[in-house]
């Protein structure tokens, strides 16, 4: 796995969790389980530098403390699980998207045109990850994506990050409560549980 | 035309009023009996002090005195900006946020009017410098409070779409740009709707007072001019003020929203 562009936790501290040791290769999918309230979401945060945290995060030469926030946080992107949005229409929200990833996602351009308030959840947590895709990430951060979408739109944003992640060799940490998924996707998974990252194999969870 | 005095009946009269208001706000259960009754008693009792106080200092002109109570009236207004914050910063901020940008803005504008405008001789004159400054204050301390409360009440509601902003990687000026214009705009309104509606609904109080006290009714008019001029720009830049503090104070040197420096209910 080549980790010239690998996104790697140097002994990340935060609000009482860690030190975190983490390597995620380029082009790797690594899924990330537990229990809720083990600190999951606040690792994610604590890597896309939203929280205070001690330790460091790089992505291949570039590390955290290294750039402004905004610039590390456009390069390392986290898509929380609930969206949130601050303007009446879907395209206010954009500035360019990709057709073929709105296509990808069941959608074509007309959604521009939509308030956001007509949507479901499940479509605006679709995209929420266009969204964010638009600025073309080099690292992906994903808390559960997938958490509000039925079956098939589950398959579609899968084989969409699943793309990305490969054709670009973006690494991405995936978080999910669904271990069938994260053997789907996830190349290494790990369970966050009592503050400690432990490596799980093939026979974990159902 | 001369000043008819008021005489102790004449005021019992009107606080009359106030009891029979407060008397039927008893009868109907509304809970304001003792705010309106404790609000009364503070305005007779702060009025006829300030009184006191004002012919002592325009007895004697001298600008330490002038200084010290506008210091006082300064120290006053920025603690009822802390209070009527719903979240206010913690520590030293929630005091400081709203005086020091009160005290740039109104101090500025009153010794600006003072100088160049009236051209009062010495520019500190206790008869024009104290109650310009106390209408200064006054409005701007409401400007700044309603702004100050938009904001931080803003930020504390849509935490999850200022973050989300921040993760798409906007810095915190643009993230908080909406609530701030939002906030600029409350602080703003009372000032607005007053100039707008000065003169066709409602006569403004000072220039009332000065008709009633004998002014000729075109040099009130222009002082109403003058001072509803002043405490629009006076308020206005110390909303500015306040809500640009304010803003940086939401984040830290890394983009990141700060909600642990305001106070929790």
């Known amino acids: 796995m080549p980790m010239g562009n690998g996104l790697q936790l140097h002994e990340l501290r935060f609000a009482g969790f860690g030190p975190f040791r983490l390597t995620v290769g380029a082009g790797e999918c690594v899924g990330l389980s537990g229990p809720s309230g083990a600190g999951k979401t606040r690792l994610l945060r604590a890597i896309s530098d939203l929280d205070p945290h001690e330790g460091e995060v790089s992505l291949g030469d570039l590390a955290c403390s290294g750039v402004a926030a905004p610039l590390w946080r456009r390069q390392v992107a986290l898509l929380p699980a609930e969206s949130a949005w601050w303007r009446d229409l879907v395209g206010a929200h954009f500035t360019s998207v990709d057709e073929a990833w709105l296509s990808a996602l069941g959608f074509d351009q007309a959604v521009m045109a939509v308030p956001v308030s007509r949507l479901s959840t499940g479509e605006r947590q679709r995209l929420a990850l266009l969204r964010m895709m638009e600025n073309r990430p080099r690292a992906l951060l994903l808390d559960e994506p997938t958490a509000s979408l039925d079956a098939d739109n589950t398959l579609r944003v899968e084989a969409l990050i699943r793309n990305y992640h490969r054709q670009q060799g973006v690494p991405v940490l995936w978080v999910s409560h669904d271990p069938a998924q994260l053997r789907r996707v996830a190349d290494r998974r790990f369970v966050l549980e009592n503050g400690q990252l432990l490596e799980a194999g093939p026979q974990v969870a159902p | 035309m001369s000043v008819i005095p008021l005489s102790a009946l004449d005021l019992s009269l009107a606080a009359l009023l106030v009891l029979v208001l407060a008397a039927l706000s008893f009868h109907m259960r509304l809970k304001l009996t003792g705010s309106l009754l404790v609000a009364a008693f503070r305005t007779t009792v702060q009025l006829c002090l300030i009184g006191m106080v004002l012919k002592l200092i325009f007895a004697h002109a001298q600008w330490p005195w002038v200084a010290l ?175 640009a503090i304010a803003s940086r104070r939401l984040f830290d040197d890394r983009h990141r929203l700060r909600l642990d420096s305001l106070k929790t209910q």
Not at chain 2, 119 to 130: E, H, I, K, L, R
């Open chain 2, 69 to 243: 109570i506008a210091t006082v009236m300064l120290l006053a207004a920025g603690r009822e900006v802390m209070a009527r914050q719903n979240h206010r910063f913690t520590g030293a901020w929630g005091f400081g946020v709203g005086t020091c940008s009160m005290f740039v803005s109104s101090f500025a504008v009153t010794v600006l009017a003072l100088s160049v405008i009236v051209g009062a001789d010495p520019w500190y004159q206790p008869q024009y410098a104290v109650p310009l400054l106390g209408m200064l204050l006054g409005n701007t301390m409401n400007g700044v409070s309603l702004g100050l409360n938009h904001l931080t009440q803003g930020a504390w509601q849509q935490r999850s779409v200022l973050e989300q902003r921040l993760l798409l990687g906007q810095d915190w000026k643009e993230v908080i740009s909406d609530i701030r214009r939002e906030s600029m705009r409350t602080g703003m309104i009372p000032i607005i709707n007053s100039m707008a509606a000065a003169g066709l609904v409602s006569l403004p109080g000072m220039m009332t007072g000065q008709i009633l006290g004998g002014s000729p009714v075109l040099e009130a008019v222009k002082y109403q001019i003058l001072i509803m001029f002043l405490i629009a720009a006076g308020t206005g830049f110390g909303i500015l003020a306040a809500l």
